[in-house]
């Protein structure tokens, strides 16, 4: 039996040593916000917080990150998860909706980081995550806003 | 800003109520045994909340709670429709858009179909907003008048003294007012009405507004469901491993090695491939890896993508079959004036929806069967399922689900992962439920792309530099061949969805043929994102700008001397340009190139601003898109349609390419199957025509007009032709 905290709550659970985090979170814990886009950390929609930084859960096998805090879209609620969630709103981002758990956690993640990015920081951060629907116009408005509000 | 009134009577539009009517062209599809009304029972989930007290129809329901639930017959799969659904049905029914919740219809063709496709319940070709324009406010209209009846029996007062506004029914006079929760009992006892008034544009509150997205919320905190994210009691996962080439059959299975993989839970063979069951995603995945399969290639595709493009080229020396024919080209080109040519060929795509293909379904102990996907042609479907596991379509339930993208692809004609679902379910006797789940490589290399074509457009010109005489030749697979589509899109041997903006360019030009070849492959095709415009808006609209280029003609001003007899063209161009700095000074590295291109009735026009390095990459900057597509519903959604439609585009224009080799796909995954990303995502500005016209579909009509707007800035730095997609390099 192995154990995970995620979203500040342990969960209890038995997974062969290379199986990767995403399918843990999704099949095993059930928490099902995070995305399957590729399997091979090409499109950032299965995007977490590992001790908050981003990284994509399908590429990290879950015997590697026993001990550490990881968070998850439906855990993300710190002021700037907050601020990039309502600017996602207003600016009526999703389309599909399938990759936006992503995008949300790689703009909370560059913020956290760099609350005041450039337009080329954003595109180039932005720029790991697909968007089929090709959201990314809003996307980019977005991260800004959400950088203007929590200025 | 106009006060808010009470709607005056005598100016509705009075309409019959009935909800089957449709308007405009009404396409017979014609899948035979499932449209039957008596195979498609009512009672099916969606339709019939136990909390809903209010029914005047299959498409809203009022409870005593107040809430507004609108049944949505269309699929949600990124382009806005269960927003629009639902804009329609609260506008009539003056509701308060906070109080309205969408829901999936169940699969019914009888309540549910298309209007636009007869009998089939089914959401593509942008039609959802233009089918349903009518048909949803009427919906919202006969839920409106019997609140107002029950609330003027309610008060003793006369039915033209009451008003509706934001969800709530009032009688000025005296003061008195009600929730649609407080009126939906005693409004549910009355009549439903056998006509409704209709607003006039200048009432609408909603319809031209920006609307917010019903679905952000859900979709902005992790919780909105989609197939891959549904379990079941006891629900296994399926992963198939498919042919590497396609023809090629399975000879000699052995299933030792997966078996004993923790966690599989079975291995079974089915028509496509062979497909193991695990615990849990990842189960399957391993098992799959161990499986050890012999594939017969007796009949497998031996040929690439090379060789394929060969042939077309070949072939485009010879006449097809004619899809139209104005004067005499053929006699024209074969005289003695200059004549301009080009060739132009386009590659294999892949939608690569970022939900991968999947869906879920579940045997109940009465032989019916339960689906939950994100359904795109229901009926379709259904008949598919039923036919596979030999039950009648009403036995089959289905559960729409938001899709992640589709692009096209979850209108797959032979509804084939749907099937291999059903057949994996017979397989394993129906015991325990089945997520079926592609991965991305599966998803990659499964076929079912758009189609390979090559044209060649050969033109002369007259003495003012106009087009005198333009013949178009294509080459390629028919999508309709062979599909339950082909009776009503396969005309005279042509198959409309290949010649599309092409046969019916607009452009004045006195002998003008287009013609088609239709070519046979082992390679599964079908529509992609606005389907045959993919290929003959690039086609047409750069080999137009040659023209003009030849003609020493400014290419905006070429297009609008033959676009004369085309106002919403025209419009869209005009508008495009205004908004542009078109014709103002640029630096030396960058160009601004134009197109204009109608698709499923809406009308696109382009200016894309492009800058080439001097390793010759290229960025495209700053787009400029002006679109008429009549009413605009929600201008917002209609904004966000163009900047993703043309995204789409751009990847195709970039970068995107499917090859074949020794009949076995290349790429895989994304790092192969490259798409746009952030990072070359232009500045998009979107200009919408203002308009009475009924309102025309916006999920496609952007997709192909950025890359001719892309390959004609191009030229005019470079001076060099575009025929080829993807354009690596300038
Ligand atoms: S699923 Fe992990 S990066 Fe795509
Ligand atoms: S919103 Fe559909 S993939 Fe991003």
Not at chain 2, 167 to 188: I, K
Not at chain 2, 472 to 484: D, L
Request: net charge negative; charged share 20%; with cysteine.
């Amino acid at each position: 039996m192995q154990t995970l905290t995620i979203n500040g709550i342990d969960h209890q659970f038995d997974a062969p040593d290379d199986m990767p985090l995403l399918w843990v979170i999704r099949d095993l814990i059930g928490l099902k916000g995070t995305k399957y886009g590729c399997g091979i950390g090409q499109c950032g929609a299965c995007t977490v917080l590992i001790d908050g930084v981003a990284q994509r859960s399908c590429m990290v096998p879950v015997s590697s990150i026993t001990g550490l805090k990881i968070t998850t879209i439906e855990g993300a609620d710190d002021a700037t998860a907050r601020a990039v969630r309502t600017a996602w709103q207003e600016l009526a981002v999703p389309q599909c909706g399938y990759c936006q758990s992503g995008q949300i956690m790689a703009a909370t993640d560059l913020l956290s980081r760099n609350p005041n990015p450039s337009d080329e920081e954003i595109s180039n951060q932005m720029g790991s995550t697909i968007c089929r629907c090709c959201t990314y116009h809003r996307v980019k408005l977005a991260v800004r806003r959400a950088a203007d509000t929590l200025a | 800003m106009k006060k808010a009134q009470p709607i005056n009577v005598s100016r509705r539009h009075f309409i019959a109520a009935g909800l089957t009517a449709g308007a405009g062209l009404t396409l017979g599809l014609a899948i035979p045994g499932i449209a039957k009304s008596e195979e498609t029972g009512p009672g099916l989930a969606g339709s019939d909340q136990a909390d809903s007290t209010l029914a005047p129809n299959a498409f809203v329901r009022i409870g005593t709670d107040d809430q507004v639930t609108v049944i949505a017959k269309h699929l949600e799969m990124g382009q806005g429709t269960h927003t629009g659904m639902a804009t329609l049905v609260a506008e009539e029914l003056d509701a308060r858009w906070s109080q309205i919740e969408v829901v999936a219809a169940p699969a019914d063709a009888n309540r549910y179909n298309n209007l636009l496709w007869g009998p089939v319940q089914g959401t593509g070709g942008s039609t959802a907003i233009a089918n349903a324009y009518e048909q949803m406010r009427k919906a919202g209209a006969a839920a409106r008048a019997m609140l107002v009846t029950a609330a003027a029996a309610r008060w003793q007062v006369s039915e033209e003294t009451i008003t509706v506004r934001k969800g709530v029914v009032s009688h000025e006079a005296s003061g008195r007012r009600a929730s649609f929760g407080e009126l939906a009992e005693e409004a549910a006892a009355l009549p439903v009405p056998d006509a409704v008034l209709l607003k006039s544009p200048d009432e609408f509150h909603l319809i031209g507004k920006d609307v917010v997205r019903k679905d952000v919320g859900v979709k902005t905190d992790g919780s909105a469901l989609f197939t891959q994210d549904v379990e079941r009691p006891g629900m296994l996962v399926a992963v198939v491993t498919h042919p590497p080439r396609f023809g090629a059959t399975v000879k000699s299975l052995d299933d030792s090695a997966a078996l004993k993989q923790t966690g599989v839970r079975g291995v079974v063979q089915i028509s496509s491939g062979v497909a193991v069951l695990g615990d849990h995603t990842w189960s399957a995945l391993q098992g799959r890896k161990a499986l050890r399969v012999e594939w017969d290639e007796t009949n497998a595709m031996q040929i690439g993508s090379d060789e394929i493009f060969a042939d077309y080229l070949r072939r485009l020396d010879e006449p097809g079959v004619t899809a139209r024919t104005d004067g005499d080209a053929d006699a024209l080109l074969s005289g003695s004036g200059k004549v301009l040519s080009t060739d132009y060929r386009f590659p294999f795509l892949a939608h690569a929806a970022m939900e991968p293909l999947n869906c879920v379904i579940e045997q109940h102990d009465d032989g019916s069967v339960e689906l939950w996907y994100g359904a795109q042609i229901q009926t379709m479907d259904q008949g598919v399922v039923a036919k596979t596991l030999g039950i009648e379509p009403s036995k089959v339930r289905i559960n729409t689900l938001f899709a992640g993208g589709s692009f096209g692809r979850r209108a797959n004609p032979a509804a084939d992962y749907v099937r291999e679902a059903a057949e994996i379910l017979k397989a394993t006797g129906g015991k325990v439920p089945i997520k079926l789940v592609w991965s991305r490589e599966d998803d990659t290399q499964g076929g079912w792309y758009r189609p390979a074509y090559m044209h060649r457009i050969e033109a002369i010109l007259d003495d003012n530099g106009l087009p005198k005489a333009w013949r178009n030749r294509i080459v390629g697979q028919s999508i309709a061949a062979g599909t339950a589509f082909e009776e009503v899109m396969v005309k005279n041997g042509v198959d409309g969805t290949s010649v599309e903006g092409a046969a019916n360019l607009p452009y004045a030009i006195p002998n003008l043929k287009v013609e088609l070849q239709s070519t046979k492959l082992p390679i599964p095709i079908q529509w992609w994102r606005s389907v045959g415009s993919t290929h003959t808006a690039f086609a047409t609209e750069t080999f137009i700008d040659q023209l003009s280029h030849e003609a020493g003609i400014d290419p905006v001003e070429y297009r609008r001397q033959l676009l004369k007899e085309h106002p919403r063209h025209l419009g869209v161009l005009d508008l495009a340009v205004r908004q542009s700095q078109w014709g103002q000074p640029i630096s030396s590295n960058r160009a601004r190139g134009v197109a204009v291109h109608e698709s499923f009735n809406s009308y696109v026009a382009m200016v894309a601003e492009v800058t080439v390095n001097d390793d010759k990459s290229y960025t495209v900057d700053r787009v400029d898109v002006a679109v008429d597509c009549g009413i605009a519903v929600n201008p917002d959604i209609i904004r966000a349609q163009m900047e993703g439609g043309l995204g789409f585009g751009l990847s195709a224009v970039l970068t995107s390419e499917i090859t074949i080799d020794n009949g076995a796909v290349v790429q895989s995954n994304f790092h192969d199957y490259t798409v746009l990303r952030a990072n070359q995502m232009p500045d998009i500005r979107v200009h919408i025509v203002p308009s009475a016209e009924a309102p025309t579909g916006v999920g496609e009509p952007a997709t192909p007009v950025i890359g001719p707007a892309v390959a004609n800035a191009l030229s005019s730095l470079t001076g060099k032709t575009y025929h080829q997609l993807p354009i690596r390099a300038a």
